[in-house]
């Protein structure tokens, strides 16, 4: 593995270590919050004023649900990180489906539909897009150098 190669990585697990902790914090506000701030904490666009009203009693489970996916797909990320670090080109692919997937549904729903501002929700989204390219493209490499070293073997 090249230099380039090696710094892309940490640049990548910069960013998810980033990523990670903000979603895991996002996630534990989430669930900690009564229901209408924690909708207003991520529909951050909006006036908090309009959750301001009496929920159904599923609704804040559905919500502490969401609070927790945030959480644990933070942590799933700062771990894989860890060991995009050094290397590993099975935690790119664990850790870019996961980041990658839970932002996939963050942007369909909340950016598309103008729910959220830019900062910190849709930076993050070009965070893990960053990350992705990133390590993406260093596995992408990776897989040919071995596929090329394989075929001069036989």
């Known amino acids: 593995m090249s230099q380039t190669h090696a710094t892309a990585l940490k640049a990548a697990t910069v960013l998810w270590v980033v990523w990670g902790l903000v979603h895991m914090f996002a996630g534990v506000l989430t669930i900690a919050q009564p229901t209408g701030a924690g909708f207003a904490g991520i529909a951050d666009a909006m006036d908090p004023a309009s959750f301001d009203m009496e929920y159904a009693a599923g609704v804040d489970g ?57 900062v910190p929700g849709t930076v993050m989204t070009l965070v893990s897009s960053a990350a992705i390219l990133l390590s993406g493209w260093v596995w992408i490499t990776a897989r040919k150098t071995a596929s090329a070293d394989d075929k001069g073997a036989t």
Do not use: E, K, P, S
């Not at 060991?83 to 099975?90: G, L, Q």
């Not at 942007?107 to 729910?115: E, I, R, S, T």
């Open 62 to 118: 559905i919500l502490r649900q969401h609070g927790w996916n945030l959480l644990w797909g933070g942590a799933v990320t700062v771990i894989g990180a860890v060991f995009i670090w050094r290397a590993n080109m099975t935690a790119i692919w664990v850790t870019a489906m996961v980041g990658g997937l839970l932002d996939v549904g963050y942007f369909l729903f909340m950016d598309l539909g103008g729910y959220v501002n830019f």
